[in-house]
């Protein structure tokens, strides 16, 4: 093979691959609209998601905080251990609630502010 010929195959080669390129880039503006929309919805049903299921887990642990603290104004003696149960009931849904509301707050900001979120996802810098 001369220099020419190998000039020419890589021409060709670059001429095609140009035109694959142009046709994928094409795509990608076409479809980069809904794409957003997409992902903007996904981060909205993330977060409203994670309020339920916050909520969810938040209610039982105040009716049982509730519970506890009426037992143990209730009955200072205590003689069936059921205080100290209520209590460490309490206390570990205490702190269950406490680790579901850190993530509370990202689910309100997403529900709030969908636009950065999806972002931020589509980056990979919400890991």
């Given at each position: 093979?001369?220099?020419?010929?190998?000039?020419?195959?890589?021409?060709?080669?670059?001429?095609?691959?140009?035109?694959?390129?142009?046709?994928v880039a094409k795509t990608i503006k076409s479809m980069a609209?809904?794409?957003?929309?997409?992902?903007?919805?996904?981060?909205?049903?993330?977060?409203?998601?994670?309020?339920?299921?916050?909520?969810?887990?938040?209610?039982?642990?105040?009716?049982?905080?509730?519970?506890?603290?009426?037992?143990?104004?209730?009955?200072?003696?205590?003689?069936?251990?059921?205080?100290?149960?209520?209590?460490?009931?309490?206390?570990?849904?205490?702190?269950?609630?406490?680790?579901?509301?850190?993530?509370?707050?990202?689910?309100?900001?997403k529900i709030a502010n969908p636009e950065y979120y999806a972002?931020?996802?589509?980056?990979?810098?919400?890991?």
């Open positions: 093979m001369t220099d020419k010929t190998i000039a020419e195959v890589l021409d060709k080669s670059i001429d095609k691959l140009s035109g694959g390129a142009t046709e609209p809904h794409a957003w929309e997409v992902a903007v919805r996904q981060q909205v049903l993330d977060g409203i998601v994670w309020c339920v299921i916050w909520l969810v887990f938040l209610v039982p642990t105040v009716v049982v905080a509730r519970v506890a603290i009426r037992r143990f104004h209730d009955d200072k003696a205590d003689p069936d251990g059921t205080i100290s149960a209520a209590l460490v009931a309490g206390f570990a849904a205490l702190l269950l609630s406490m680790a579901l509301l850190m993530d509370g707050r990202k689910a309100i900001g972002a931020m996802a589509i980056l990979g810098a919400d890991k």
